[in-house]
């Protein structure tokens, strides 16, 4: 099993920044792919940025492409999310998730290994 844990969360104004960190440990963790989840409240966790195991291959919800990006660091066991352009509607917990199968898929089914996730807020 692997273990991810977020952090860097937190309240943001409409039109800001904010990089989420996912750092994971335990077995081949650098031979997974990676990806990132929210879900706002009442509405179905989904699917928005992964990225296979060595960083060369990445996917987007359109609902974040152009303003996010999902890189990793396997020296360090790491994974980022820079966000752009921020606005209310991408307030939500973010998760990051694991899946040690191919391609970089988006279906939260296919993932394993979750992390607690960490709140994101958009507001002024």
């Known amino acids: 099993q692997l273990q991810l844990v977020e952090s860097g969360g937190g309240l943001v104004r409409p039109g800001g920044s904010l990089t989420l960190s996912c750092a994971a440990s335990g077995r081949r963790s650098n031979g997974y792919v990676i990806a990132w989840f929210r879900q706002a409240p009442g509405k179905e966790r989904e699917g928005i940025a992964c990225?296979?195991?060595?960083?060369?291959?990445?996917r987007y919800a359109d609902s974040v492409k152009g303003r996010f990006t999902i890189s990793r660091d396997n020296a360090k066991n790491t994974v980022y999310l820079q966000m752009n352009s921020l606005t209310p509607e991408d307030t939500a917990i973010y998760y990051c998730?694991?899946?040690?199968?191919?391609?970089?898929?988006?279906?939260?089914?296919?993932?394993?290994?979750w992390g607690q996730g960490t709140q994101v807020t958009v507001s002024s």
């Open positions: 990225i296979s195991s060595s960083g060369s291959n990445t």
């Open positions: 998730a694991a899946r040690s199968g191919p391609g970089v898929i988006l279906a939260k089914a296919l993932y394993d290994d």
